[in-house]
Structures are given as C-alpha cells and as structure tokens.
C-alpha cells in the first residue's frame, strides 16, 4: 500500500507531466520553426564539411563559402529566370481559374460531375481554404518572418552545433547522456541523408516536369516544374498536389493534352518510384511508402500545413528515436535475460 508522501510524489509526477505535454502542446509552431532550423543547419553544416574534406580549410571558413555559394546562386538564378519564372507564375495564377471556368462549361451536361468540380473548385479557388491556410502558417509577413528567423536560426545552429547540442544534454540525467548524445548524432546523420535525396529528387522531378510540360506546349510550364519540384518535399501527397493545376490547364486547352500531361506525370513518378529512389536509398535513408503516407496525413491533421510539409523528417526523427530509445533497450535487456539464464 502506497504511504501518502509516496501518493503525493507521484501525483506531482503525474501533474509534471500532463502540464508538459501541455505546454508542448502551445509551443507546437515554434518547436516546429526550431526543427526546421535544424534542417537548415544540417543543410549548410553538411555543405561546409564537404568544403572542408576537399580544401582542408577549416569548418568556420568552410561554412562562409557554403554561405557565399548558396546566396550566388539563388541571385544568379533570380537574375537569369527570374522575369520568366514571375511571368509563369503571373501567368499561371491568372489562367487557373479561367481553365475551371473552362472545364465546368465543357462537361455542363454531366451533373453530378459538375457539382463534384464545384465543391473542389470551391476547395481550390476560393477564399475560404485560403483563409484557412493563412490562419495556419499566418500573415504573408508573419510567413517571410518566419523563413528569415529559421533561415538565421538554421545558419547560427550550423555555426556552433556541438554548442546547442551539449547544452540540450544538459537537460537529461547525466547516466542517460551517452545514449541520447549517440541518438543525436545518429538522427543528424539520417537527417543529412535524407535532406540530400530529397534535394536529388526535387531536382530532377522538377526539371523532368518542366521540360515534358514545355515539350507538350502546356502554358506556364516553366511555373509548373518549379511547383512540381518544391512538391517533392512533401512525400506522395506532394506530387498529386503538383499535378492537379498542371492537369486543369491542360484540360482547358485540349482534353487529350491533358490525358497526356497525366501520362507524363504518372512516368516520371514511375521513374521517380522505381529507379531513382532505389539508387537513392542505397546510400540515403529508406522510409517505407506506408509509413511516410500515414505520417504526412497525421501530422498534418495534428499541426496543419506545417506539420505536412516537416512530416517527412519528423518521421525519420520518430524511427531513429523508437530504434535508439525503445527498441535497443528492449533487445539488450532480453539478451541479458537470455545470458543470465544460459
């Protein structure tokens, strides 16, 4: 029977623990602007070891030049495509909502159809989704302040990690230190990996997408690829998200165009699903198809568009964690029980 003092402590224990989760809970955006910055600061942080292996300078120095090259080449990109890409964009933003106008009005007689294309144009083209999305990453400001403030955090992290590291380990018992430092280094590892076969994929989805759309004479195409690129991000949901405006565009020009845009989208997620990622995940890291579906659809219910669009590595994050924290101890403990017994 439990004595009162041992009843009190653990109903403050349990207290300690609802009012964490609680508080977690509050802070769930900024803890996700704090994950992306790690991914920001693995990005450049990975960008400047490989500096540092080729030129032996050292990894502060090596960091300013990865600093240095990524900034060269967004301004080179914005000053060499950056009027075309605007035009695209303007262009593309213009056309989508004529090319509904267009589409309803070609399959009027079908009724059911129409009202089906009414509800989803109503999801796509008016304010009241959008509202909503706004609500959940804010105001367009709020939105730019949100990509400097993780941009700077990321390259701050990037600076000084083992910094931020050891201060963290300094929240846990210092008999668990040894695990949860050897978790870090290992979720940073799969973390890196990751980050570069998604940047892989996202490349040459996007330029596969660019190039078959302008081969097909689709308006804006060079806008299309740009979007099916950065959809890449997003696992599964991200490529049939870049599809559909691609495919309404098509289908107000020529209904077959658009039957061969989605031919063309359908092989190169082929070529995407079967060979690059394969090649891919042979030195990268491998999530299993169900898992990273299931994964952006939960945390995108549990913390909106953010938490799509971070899904991905939050739940190579979750593996390694259940892997390191939960499933090791679990074998090690029945080995032991098997040695004793044997």
């Known amino acids: 029977m439990l004595t ?37 600061a693995i990005f450049f942080r990975s960008f400047a070891d ?50 509904w106008r267009e589409i309803r009005g070609r399959i009027g007689e079908v009724r059911w159809l129409v009202d089906a294309l009414d509800r989803a144009g109503e999801a796509m083209l008016t304010g009241n989704v959008m509202s909503r999305i706004g609500g959940a990453l804010g105001t367009v ?10 941009l700077f955090a990321g390259l701050y992290i990037a600076a000084q990690p083992k ?37 892989i994929a996202m490349i040459v989805v996007g330029t596969l997408t660019g190039v078959g759309l302008q081969l097909l004479q689709v308006p804006s195409a060079l806008a299309l690829g740009l979007f099916a690129g950065l959809a890449e991000f997003i696992p599964i949901l991200g490529p049939i998200a ?10 107000s020009q020529d209904s077959r165009l658009a039957l061969w845009v989605l031919v063309m989208f359908v092989i190169i997620q082929q070529l995407e699903g079967n060979v690059l990622q394969p090649i891919i995940q042979r030195r990268m890291v491998a999530l299993p198809p169900a898992v990273t579906l299931f994964a952006v659809i939960a945390f995108a219910i549990l913390f909106g568009a953010m938490g799509a669009l971070l899904a991905a590595p939050l739940a190579v994050v979750t593996l390694v964690l259940v892997q390191d924290l939960y499933v090791k101890p679990i074998e090690e ?7 004793e017994q044997g």
């Not at 495509?81 to 933003?93: A, E």
């Not at 695990?179 to 940047?199: K, Y």
């Open 242 to 251: 870049a599809a559909i405006p691609a495919l309404i565009i098509a289908f």
């Open 50 to 99: 490989t500096i540092a292996r080729l030129t032996r300078l050292s990894h502060g120095l090596a960091l300013t030049i990865a600093i240095i090259l990524v900034a060269i080449f967004f301004v080179l990109i914005s000053t060499l495509f950056g009027t075309t890409i605007h035009q695209n964009v303007s262009t593309l933003i213009d056309q989508l909502p004529t090319a």
């Open 333 to 339: 403990n029945a080995a032991s029980v098997i040695g």
């Open 141 to 150: 400001m709020g939105a730019v302040t949100n990509v400097f403030l993780v």
């Open 163 to 199: 910094l931020y590291r050891d201060g963290f380990l300094k929240l846990v018992p210092p008999q668990d230190r040894p695990r949860i430092d050897a978790t870090l280094v290992r979720c940073g590892v799969f973390l890196r990996n990751w980050l570069l076969g998604q940047l």
């Open 4 to 40: 009162e003092a041992a009843l009190s402590r653990r109903l403050v224990f349990g207290a300690g623990v609802i009012l964490t989760l609680l508080l977690i809970w509050q802070l769930v955006d900024l803890l996700l602007l704090v994950f992306a910055s790690v991914l920001v």
